[in-house]
């Protein structure tokens, strides 16, 4: 019962806490607008650097240890996502500083668009996969 109950709420858990962590980035941004102005420019290429090296490293390394695809997909997903929250947590109450929040926030923004890039990348791999397929 607790795992069928546990499936049904998924779908809705998942969407809430994207969307409670998207707003999240957004007021650090917008709290610290002045300070996003000045420094995005700096840290924009440092922190887009970190994301792509991520996401390859996990990638390579689930490829290299020969996982399955679809844990290699969510492995990758997950190392390309996961760092932005935890940077701007430990800025905010570790550190407490709202300051150093920026790459964090700034990861945040870079973390979406790049995972749905690699999503992209596997669909068309898959699509690629079925078409060789298909014509043996």
């Known amino acids: ?14 969407r809430t ?15 610290e607008w002045p300070t996003v102005r ?11 650097l970190l994301n792509l090296a991520a ?28 760092n932005g929250s935890l940077a701007m947590f430990v800025a905010a109450t570790l550190l407490g500083n709202d300051t150093m929040m920026l790459p964090g926030a700034a990861y945040g923004l870079f973390m979406f668009p790049t995972a749905f890039l690699f999503v992209v990348f596997v669909l068309r791999g898959e699509r690629r996969l079925a078409l060789i397929k298909a014509e043996l």
């Open 1 to 14: 019962m607790r795992a069928g109950f546990a499936l049904k709420v998924e779908p809705f858990a998942r």
């Open 17 to 31: 806490a994207t969307v409670v962590f998207v707003m999240f980035i957004f007021a650090a941004i917008i709290m």
């Open 38 to 48: 000045a420094e995005l420019p700096a840290i924009a290429a440092p922190v887009l």
């Open 55 to 82: 996401m390859t490293l996990a990638y390579g390394l689930a490829k290299m240890v020969r996982l399955v695809p679809d844990r290699v997909i969510a492995l990758t997903l997950e190392c390309g996502i996961q």
